[in-house]
T-cell receptor, first 114, second 115 residues
Framework: AQSVTQPDIHITVSEGASLELRCNYS??????LFWYVQSPGQGLQLLLK??????LVQGIKGFEAEFKRSQSSFNLRKPSVHWSDAAEYFC????????????FGQGTELSVKP | DADVTQTPRNRITKTGKRIMLECSQT?????MYWYRQDPGLGLQLIYY???????NKGEISDGYSVSRQAQAKFSLSLESAIPNQTALYFC??????????????FGPGTRLTVL
């Protein structure tokens, strides 16, 4: 069955520190992968996506993610976190033979300490 | 102006009432989706539509119905609301590019509370 797992429900980092949010997926075909961010009271904003090609993808707001097929992972990283990055982050895989629906992970809530 | 809008943004209603949530988009996308978000569960797909005449059930369609009035409009209805339908509801659209390479864009969400 297709699934996405985000092992960390909540992470706290200090402002200026590096960040890595983990995402593991289970999908039998070539995965199309996404990271979205949801700020408090807001909708979901697309951070970045992986369809094919270079396994290191760059996104908005200084985020990047690396696709590792051998580990079924698509971890999100940022070298220096800003207080405005505090939000909930969702990893998702596209199931394109079922209407293009997204399967989401449970989300990781990021808190940033001053 | 936002590309994907949802109305209302917040709604409180009572058990048994009929509720309609509306979604409009100006992105010109054919595909539209309704998801619900519950804490700790991520988002789950309720219904999706490829075009005006093509509507499909998602993972959790029981208790919901939809209407695709036009390419730009996709409404979600709760015929008889119950408390466990209290959730945050998102509409999304996608730009189908073939070979499954869609990207979905989300509206701001509607927070629904059923008392």
């Amino acid at each position: 069955a297709q699934s996405v797992t985000q092992p960390d429900i909540h992470i706290t980092v200090s402002e200026g520190a590096s960040l890595e949010l983990r995402c593991n997926y289970s999908y039998g075909a070539t995965p199309y992968l996404f990271w979205y961010v949801q700020s408090p009271g807001q909708g979901l904003q697309l951070l970045l996506k992986y369809f094919s090609g270079d396994t290191l993808v760059q996104g908005i707001k200084g985020f990047e993610a690396e696709f590792k097929r051998s580990q079924s992972s698509f971890n999100l990283r940022k070298p220096s976190v800003h207080w405005s990055d505090a939000a909930e982050y969702f990893c998702a895989v596209l199931i394109y033979n079922q209407g293009g629906k997204l399967i989401f992970g449970q989300g990781t809530e990021l808190s940033v300490k001053p | 102006d936002a590309d994907v809008t949802q109305t209302p943004r917040n709604r409180i209603t009572k058990t048994g009432k009929r509720i309609m949530l509306e979604c409009s988009q100006t992105k010109g996308h054919d595909r539209m989706y309704w998801y619900r978000q519950d804490p700790g569960l991520g988002l789950q797909l309720i219904y999706y539509s490829f075009d005006v005449k093509d509507i499909n059930k998602g993972e959790i369609s029981d208790g919901y119905s939809v209407s695709r009035q036009a390419q730009a409009k996709f409404s979600l209805s709760l015929e008889s609301a119950i408390p466990n339908q209290t959730a945050l509801y998102f509409c999304a659209t996608s730009d189908y590019r073939g070979a499954g390479a869609d990207t979905q864009y989300f509206g701001p969400g509607t927070r629904l509370t059923v008392l």
